[in-house]
């Protein structure tokens, strides 16, 4: 077999069988060197593998320089990759290496990247129940740096819950939603701060809601989202509504001060007894208030950082049964009993 065939069988072995690249180069350079050293030391025996000392030499030359240009194309390549990074991703984003580390993903993102992530970290949000919109609300908050998150509920976890309400564990039944809730985001993110509030919020928790900068509202009674929705609009705090029955779901952002409607625009009235039925009595396919609530989460992220487009006057509505998603325009009623231009006229009492 002449020399040049010894390597070519080689070096296509090498490849079939999926050595190191590295290794494959060696072997072949050995068997290289071996026959030049052959030529130079028994011409006769170099003979065997055909071609002259000089060809050989030659042919070794070439190799070397395919390989050097290569790993200098390769190199030229990684270097101009670095160079392209914005320069928002280095030192002066104001975050910790654990965190640069821990939201690479978003800092990569043109719509949020290092000054996103800050605003996220400055964040004051209140979730409004934990329960089956409340884990994923929760969840992903946390998992997305949101700095501090104050979670409220009043229940405690039971096993009927952890169809959906996939924050909770089992051995966690019997624990207040919002200690269980606030410890399993603790555990997620090291660097969130976390408040558990345990029990309902009532009309005295003006306070607490004009403390945050938004509020997620995941409850399913009218009264508590009415209440939610009151003490929002007094406070002038942005609220994150979702809800959710057996297959379907909506979200939207209430924000009459800043022209979107607020809870009562839509919804003046509480539903008629039987219509709108809880969970507990019509039943919710447990991944329903996961979609929900990741979009919830999305949008306040999206609110958070100024990024996209929000869900101020417009409704997006879901049929998990068929599906399809929709959205429809929503607004503000001047004779809203809530928000409307009548309150607004009559000075507040002090
Ligand atoms: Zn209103």
Redesign the pocket.
């Known amino acids: 077999m002449s020399g040049l065939a010894l390597l070519l069988v080689v070096g296509a072995a090498g490849l079939f069988f999926g050595l190191p690249r590295r290794l494959i180069a060696a072997v072949l350079a050995l068997i290289w060197l071996a026959i030049v050293l052959l030529h130079l030391t028994s011409p006769q025996a170099g003979a065997m593998f055909g071609g002259s000392l000089r060809g050989w030499l030659f042919g070794g030359v070439l190799a070397v320089l395919v390989v050097a240009y290569r790993v200098g194309l390769g190199w030229l390549r990684r270097n101009a990759i670095a160079g392209q990074e914005p320069p928002q991703q280095a030192a002066d984003t104001g975050l910790t290496d654990p965190e640069l580390d821990r939201y690479a993903r978003h800092l990569v993102l043109r719509e949020i990247g290092g000054p996103g992530q800050m605003k996220l970290r400055q964040a004051k949000v209140l979730v409004v129940g934990a329960g089956g919109l409340g884990a994923p609300v929760c969840l992903y908050l946390a998992a997305a740096g949101v700095g501090r998150i104050t979670v409220s509920d009043g229940d405690t976890v039971s096993v009927s819950n952890l169809q959906r309400q996939v924050i909770f564990q089992t051995r966690q039944r019997g624990e207040m939603k919002a200690d269980a809730a606030a410890a399993n985001m603790a555990d997620l993110n090291p660097h969130v701060e976390i408040t558990p509030v345990t029990r309902a919020l009532t009309d005295t928790d003006l306070p607490l809601i004009a403390g945050h900068d938004l509020v997620l509202d995941g409850t399913d009674s009218f009264a508590t989202r009415d209440l939610v929705?009151r003490l929002c609009?007094e406070a002038e705090v942005p609220l994150l509504s979702g809800s959710i029955a057996q297959w379907e779901g909506q979200v939207t952002l209430?924000d009459?001060a800043r022209g979107a409607?607020?809870?009562?625009?839509?919804f003046?009235e509480p539903p008629a007894p039987g219509l709108a039925p809880a969970c507990a009595e019509a039943g919710v396919v447990g991944p329903l208030p996961g979609v929900i609530g990741s979009m919830m989460a999305l949008e306040a992220i999206k609110h958070l950082t100024g990024a996209g487009q929000g869900l101020a006057g417009r409704l997006l509505l879901f049929d998990g049964l068929y599906g399809e998603t929709r959205m429809i325009g929503i607004s503000?009623?001047a004779n809203?009993?809530?928000?409307?231009s009548a309150l607004e006229a009559t000075p507040k009492a002090t």
Request: charged share 10%; with cysteine.
């Open positions: 929705n609009v209430y009459p409607p607020c809870l009562a625009c839509i003046p503000r009623r809203c009993p809530v928000c409307g």
